[in-house]
């Protein structure tokens, strides 16, 4: 039973999206008294890291806190698709479990989540098939192709012709999945926005569509001639590359070493990742921050807000070593739960030793 009044539930829901679209139809969903459904789709597809796995947390249980219920959709096959883990069907379905398991180590909630799996769901539901025909009969060829991103991809001849098979299931996954909400990243913002479109036309009711935030690779964004969502998915977090990107498993050393190796210039908000996980993870877990510093240096520095955190470091008094090293203290103490249930619990040891074992492919 959700206890929030509806202005309450509405906060939360923007503290997660930051694009809604539908709202006035979000506010009379809520004001209905059902239970909203919220889709989630995710490639099992290598390691996971910290924009997966503790963003993600927080945004899923803000959302299930203000009364949603979530299906995951666990897409084994649209991994396949995407030739994740060489296409080996059994051993996405592997990283599937771990990522689970993941999700369990660093605070999820999961009282309000469900997770599906793609190959048993729609070998169970072969009506499936007809509304990706249907909705390949009102979908252009062009603006399918333009949903290559939510694929990893941009436009290419030489793309297999699972890009167009792709956008499709997963705008008919939205349907199957009775969601009322699409609440995926921006990145896919592009397919979600094509079932909004496609959907009257089959009398289905299209999906509201709440998109979160991406959050930055660590290393200096490369987005010359590029704006608005197609920059934001350029600059987001990539396992293709290991530098760029925190891993929930990392050991606290190599934790380190990346984050003295981060783009934070000096004074610069924009485009500044180390400042993006104050914002979006460290302040959502702890209501006040301590930055360690030699006297000589000023001494040590306690931040309540990142409001505060900001400003400082926007006036140049407290410096980009500093705030470094100090989100990396905290980042780590974040994955210290992660770590300890793969390392003591057998059958998430398995796992990851399965996971690390693997060839990961882009």
């Not at 349907?175 to 926005?193: W, Y």
């Not at 914002?279 to 001494?299: A, H, M, Q, S, T």
């Amino acid at each position: 039973m959700v206890e929030l009044s509806i202005d309450e539930r509405l906060k939360l829901i923007h503290e997660v999206g930051e694009e809604i679209i539908g709202e006035e139809e979000l506010i009379e969903l809520l004001k209905s008294g059902k239970t909203p459904i919220a889709y989630d789709g995710f490639e099992p597809s290598g390691k996971i890291h910290i924009a997966q796995g503790l963003l993600r947390a927080i945004n899923v249980n803000k959302l299930t806190k203000a009364g949603i219920k979530f299906r995951f959709w666990v897409a084994d096959w649209f991994g396949m698709l995407n030739n994740k883990m060489g296409g080996d069907l059994e051993r996405i379905r592997i990283v599937g479990e771990y990522f689970i398991e993941v999700w369990k180590a660093c605070g999820m909630n999961l009282e309000n989540v469900e997770f599906i799996w793609t190959s048993e769901f729609i070998k169970e539901h072969p009506e499936y098939w007809t509304t990706v025909l249907k909705l390949s009969m009102n979908a252009t060829v062009q603006r399918v192709l333009r949903c290559g991103q939510i694929m990893g991809r941009e436009e290419s001849t030489s793309n297999p012709s699972s890009q167009i098979l792709y956008p499709l299931m997963q705008a008919a996954d939205i349907h199957h999945l009775e969601a009322d909400i699409a609440q995926l990243g921006m990145d896919q913002r592009k397919v979600n926005m094509l079932a909004r479109d496609v959907f009257p036309k089959l009398g289905f009711v299209p999906p509201i569509v709440i998109s979160h935030h991406m959050l930055m690779g660590l290393t200096e964004p490369k987005v010359a001639g590029v704006t608005g969502v197609d920059a934001a998915i350029a600059k987001k977090m990539s396992k293709s590359n290991p530098n760029s990107a925190i891993f929930m498993t990392d050991s606290e050393n190599i934790i380190q070493k990346k984050f003295k190796k981060a783009y934070c210039p000096e004074g610069q908000v924009e485009d500044n990742p180390v400042l993006e996980y104050f914002k979006f993870i460290v302040f959502e877990k702890y209501n006040k921050i301590l930055v360690e510093r030699p006297e000589k240096f000023g001494g040590n520095l306690e931040f309540n807000s990142y409001e505060e955190l900001e400003q400082t470091f926007v006036d140049k008094k407290v410096h980009p070593l500093d705030i470094k090293n100090t989100c990396a203290k905290y980042i780590n103490e974040l994955l210290n739960p992660v770590r300890k249930h793969f390392e003591e619990n057998e059958d998430a040891k398995k796992l990851l030793e399965q996971v690390n074992s693997f060839q990961v492919t882009k």
